[in-house]
């Protein structure tokens, strides 16, 4: 029979743009130069709500993981704090690339992403603007803008227009944002008010944890313009699209839509909803349907055999 490899963890950090990203690095034991992959979360999300968990389990199989906080969240840097910017964002993604590129403990030639949610979409970019990754994974996918603000309700975003216009003009007069909630309950103003949001962030939370449920407000205009599944098409390498057939954040009709214009992608649907993908029986399934893709794409080294 195989066992799970057994791996460490160290704190890392790597630069980027004009300041730094704080993350994890998992190492399987004894493997020299594993290929890796690179993790990154939803909105406002840090890596303790459930990245670990993700990484450990691919660290077990193999596989390095280095899972990253975006700048201005959590124990990353940058300033002002809460500061949720796409541009931003997708630049620490290519930065924690150039991190692993520079390493010599993993194998840069065999490098792969895994995005969940607002990171899914960043997967999806990311992968097709880097086309020597070998595989690229997107978990309940925010692929498109406009759905999702359709989806949250005209009402709810009218609401959010006040909060808004104070945001940009702190912006333009150099004071702390204004902030607007990340979850809150149905209907009420926030980036996300589906009745599985609130307690589903709440769930992710661990003790101590450095997550904040609120970001600068003027970021609601860029994320309705923002369809990272128009960049599937480009993706070259392998990509796994995992998707909630009930999924009341990233609408599944126009994910699958993308999804299957990806010329090498493969689709799994699930019927838990968005949130209950990090935890749980859904948890289990999908972080062994994810391992059983990475292991065929980047080949790890086999684990130790036991009599």
């Known amino acids: 029979m195989t066992t799970a490899q057994s791996f460490t963890r160290h704190d890392i950090t790597f630069p980027s743009g004009d300041s730094t990203c704080a993350g994890w690095l998992y190492l399987p034991t004894g493997v020299d130069s594993p290929p890796v992959v690179v993790l990154g979360h939803g909105l406002g999300a840090t890596r303790e709500m459930r990245l670990d968990a993700f ?50 403990d993993v194998d840069r030639s065999r490098v792969a992403v895994w995005g969940s949610s ?75 008010n589906a009745p599985d949001a609130l307690p589903g962030y709440q769930a992710l939370q661990p003790p101590g944890t450095t997550f904040r449920n609120e970001v600068a407000a003027r970021v609601i205009p860029t994320i309705a313009g923002y369809r990272p599944g128009r960049a599937a098409k480009k993706v070259t390498m392998p990509i796994l699209f995992c998707v909630s057939d009930t999924d009341s954040v990233t609408p599944p009709a126009q ?53």
Not at 151 to 169: I, K
Not at 288 to 307: G, I, Y
Request: charged letters at 20%; proline letters at 8%.
């Open 55 to 104: 990484a450990e389990r691919f660290a077990q199989a193999g596989i390095a993981a280095v899972a990253f906080t975006y700048r201005h969240f959590g124990d990353s840097g940058g300033h002002p704090r809460q500061l949720l910017s796409i541009k931003r964002q997708l630049a620490d993604w290519d930065a924690a690339l150039a991190h692993v590129q520079a390493r010599p």
């Open 118 to 192: 607002f990171g899914g979409g960043h997967a999806i970019t990311v992968a097709s603007r880097h086309p020597e990754l070998r595989a690229a994974v997107a978990q309940c996918p925010f692929t498109d803008g406009l759905a999702s603000a359709l989806a949250l309700g005209p009402l709810a975003s009218l609401r959010m227009t006040p909060v808004l216009a104070r945001d940009l003009a702190a912006r333009v007069r150099g004071r702390e944002p204004a902030m607007v909630p990340i979850a809150a309950a149905p209907g009420a103003p926030a980036l996300m």
């Open 255 to 307: 994910t699958l839509r993308y999804a299957g214009t990806a010329p090498r992608g493969e689709i799994k649907r699930y019927e838990a909803g968005h949130f209950a993908f990090y935890t749980g029986e859904t948890f289990e399934e999908l972080v062994r349907d994810q391992t059983e893709f990475l292991v065929r794409q980047l080949h790890p080294a086999p684990a130790v055999s036991t009599p």
